[in-house]
Structures are given as C-alpha cells and as structure tokens.
Nanobody, 116 residues
Framework: QVQLVESGGGLVQPGGSLRLSCAASGSIRSINDMGWYRQGPGKERELVAAISSGGSTNYGDSVKGRFTISRDNAKNAVYLQMNSLKPEDTDVYYC??????????WGQGTQVTVSS
C-alpha cells in the first residue's frame, strides 16, 4: 500500500505563489511516475503537471510557463512550484503516483484558493 501526504495549499492573492509538496511512503518498489492533478466542483480531474521516473515533465496547457514540477527520488517526493497564480487556478490539487503495475495512488487533496 502506498500513502501520499500533501502540504502547501492555502489562500493566496492573484499573482502570488505557492509551493505544494507530496511525499510518498509505503510499499514503493521502484521509482515511479508522479504528478499533480486538480479538480473543482462539477469538473473532471485534469492534469496539472507530471514528471516521469527519468525526470521528463509534462504540463497542462493552462499552467505552462507558470508552474514547475520537480522531484526528489531519494525522498519519493514531488513538488509543484506555482507562480503567477490566477483565480482560475482555484481548485483542489491532488498528488498522484503511477506505480509499476499501472495502478494510480492519490493523495487526499489540498485546497488552493486564489482570491483578492
């Protein structure tokens, strides 16, 4: 079993920044692909950013140039630096781990609210 613990969400004004962190623990047998997704009321969960076991990255179109994903394999951790935040970024953000069997593990979600 894998557990994902997220931190760093909160309230920020438009144009501000937040840094989300996610640490994975449990039955982790290899370096895994990890990422961040977000979901608001009545919306589908969408990709924000993902990073492969080898370090390659992929971003959702709406966050390109503003968000940066990174990882620390020694800690099984993934981070999301969010800059130039917009009200449209307000969502619950979920950490994801995609394991070697193709199974997705999810964090509990952390609220990001961008408002003046």
């Amino acid at each position: 079993q894998v557990q994902l613990v997220e931190s760093g969400g909160g309230l920020v004004q438009p144009g501000g920044s937040l840094r989300l962190s996610c640490a994975a623990s449990g039955s982790i047998r290899s370096i895994n692909d990890m990422g961040w997704y977000r979901q608001g009321p009545g919306k589908e969960r969408e990709l924000v950013a993902a990073i492969s076991s080898g370090g390659s990255t992929n971003y959702g179109d709406s966050v390109k140039g503003r968000f940066t994903i990174s990882r620390d394999n020694a800690k099984n951790a993934v981070y999301l630096q969010m800059n130039s935040l917009k009200p449209e970024d307000t969502d619950v953000y979920y950490c994801n781990l995609h394991d070697w069997r193709g199974y997705d593990y999810w964090g509990q979600g952390t609220q990001v609210t961008v408002s003046s």
